[in-house]
């Protein structure tokens, strides 16, 4: 199982940044994939989560409606949208993966769950 993440990089408020989770070693689209994410001096959370075959999506309140989730199974990657960006989005994200064996349950945000991580990705917002 390997997940590494890119896309990331130094932008202003307001706009717009894409990341990418490669992924493989494991069915995708069974599997839940997690973004996370760590500011300086704060704890690691979750960010937003997708399971396809459950069609299950997840996201934490403070970036519901800005950041939008995908996968592209032909590609083995999954994505992070993220729109209207904040200085308080300024993190290092990470994507985990949580193999999943039993059909219907959701992907959940807790970090708890995944025991596979890329090394994260470094999101910088500032003006």
């Known amino acids: 199982v390997h997940v590494a993440e890119s896309g990331g990089g130094l932008v202003q408020p307001g706009d717009s940044l894409r990341l990418s989770c490669a992924a493989s070693g494991f069915a995708l689209e069974d599997s839940a994939i997690g973004w996370f994410r760590q500011a300086p001096g704060k704890e690691r959370e979750g960010v937003s989560c997708m399971r396809l075959s459950a069609d299950s999506t997840d996201y934490a309140e403070s970036v519901k409606g800005r950041f939008t989730i995908s996968m592209d199974n032909a590609k083995n990657t999954v994505y992070l949208q993220m729109n209207s960006l904040k200085s308080d989005d300024a993190a290092v994200y990470y994507c985990?993966?949580?193999?999943?064996?039993?059909?219907?349950?959701?992907?959940?945000?807790?970090?708890?769950?995944?025991?596979?991580w890329g090394q994260g990705t470094q999101v910088t917002v500032s003006a």
């Open positions: 985990a993966v949580r193999i999943m064996t039993v059909s219907g349950i959701g992907c959940g945000l807790g970090q708890q769950w995944y025991p596979y």
